[in-house]
């Protein structure tokens, strides 16, 4: 790639997110977030398995040095409440976090006069926007976990809110940290393709539930800057094709039958690599409590925006038979 495509390449994406953000209010936070915080972790929401992961790894003996001596010590369980997949883990979740220290509260608000800082994991998107607002009001730190929220409107109304209570925050599938992503120079990408389940939730747009795993492995090589993006749909299977304003391509492909994997393609100019396996919770977590101690996000507002927008334009170009939609018609609808 000579010094003029690759000068065009970073007007084009620079051009294209100022595009997609311009009816978005700048997410920022004036004061850079700055609260005092301690070392006691809660949890809300015992419905995914999210939640008895990051116990068991946060409060093991051996791991007080690795994660800065953030150890879980109080839960709200609830959670979805008419998710049949999520509803029915949370008894059994409640005996396990008991056995590790963990004490059960009856209400957020129990919860937050409890610890320090927040992990939001209900597995319902639905209810993160007023779950979130109440630990803002509190002036704790929280990471949101995947999905950030069941729409685009309430994912622009968190950041909103983060930058009302001056509190960062961000959300992020352990898929932004699978294997194979170390070392790669992202300036470098000439495109990718990604893939991993996209298991449908009747109460969630399609791939918030669960295909936004594969979708957000893409965007942490691609980068923000996608213009549009065309979605072909069966009952087993959908890929998503993006173009970036610069003319690359990123696809995604979600499956609904045989193995469940995670992986893709990223191509460079010096060749193509491999990602995958997946590497478990642990490398997302230590991102977590380094936000916790610091209160710097390791994933912008606007690329989880955008990411948002990407999913949501997908499901617009499957309602049209597979027609490409922009990503800055979606925003456009949000700022109405």
Known sequence: MNDSTQNRR???????????????????????????????VGIIGLDTSHSPAFVKVLNATEASQDYAGYKVVAAYPYGSKDI???TKRIPGYIDEVKKLNVQIVDSI???????????????????????????LKAQKRVFVDKPMAASLSDVVAIFDASRKYKIPLFSAS????????????????????????????KTHPDFFWYGIHGIE???????????????????????????????????FRGTRTGKHDYGGTVY???????????????????EIINYFETGKVPVSPDETIELFAFMEAADE????????????SVLAKVKK
Request: aromatic letters at 6%.
């Open 317 to 328: 170009s499957k309602r049209r038979g597979g027609t490409a939609v922009s990503l800055e």
């Open 217 to 251: 492995t893409l965007y942490t090589v691609m980068g923000t800057g996608c213009r549009q993006v065309v979605r072909v749909s069966t009952e087993g299977t959908d890929m998503v094709v993006g173009t970036w304003a610069d003319g690359r391509i990123g696809t």
């Open 10 to 40: 970073v007007f084009l994406k620079n051009a294209t997110v100022a595009s997609v953000t311009l009816s978005m209010k700048k997410v920022g936070w004036p004061d850079g977030g700055r609260v005092e915080t301690g070392k006691r």
């Open 84 to 86: 049949e997949s999520s």
């Open 174 to 201: 352990s898929l932004r940290y699978i294997k194979g992503l170390e070392g790669i120079d992202k300036s470098q990408v000439l495109g990718a393709d990604t893939f991993s389940p996209a298991v449908l939730e």
């Open 109 to 135: 608000g129990e919860l937050l006069k409890q610890v320090d800082i927040v992990l939001l994991e209900t597995n319902d998107g639905r209810l993160h926007l007023e779950q979130v607002i109440q630990v």
């Open 268 to 286: 460079l100019p010096t060749g193509n690599v491999r990602l995958g396996p997946y590497g478990g919770y642990e490398p997302l977590l230590k």
